[in-house]
């Protein structure tokens, strides 16, 4: 088989999540999501916006990435 430059892609494969949050962070979350409604003219769902909001906030956890480099090849 030809090597070509696209390595394979990753497992995309959605996994779903249930959880249960505190009506503080929901109120916090349902405010978020309307900010985001006006700001973009564009309605998105809680549901919709929170992986996003969880990769964002793991993505500029510097420690987390550090330790994380730990965690490679466990």
Known sequence: ????????????????LAITVTPELHKALTDYAT?????????????????????AF???D???AKARETLEGV
């Open 1 to 16: 088989m030809p090597e070509i430059k696209l390595a394979r892609l990753p497992d995309r494969t959605p996994v779903k």
């Open 35 to 55: 900010l985001y409604n006006r700001t973009y003219a564009q309605s998105e769902p809680i549901t919709e916006l929170i992986p996003h909001m969880l990769s």
């Open 58 to 60: 793991l993505a500029s």
């Open 62 to 64: 510097r420690a987390f």
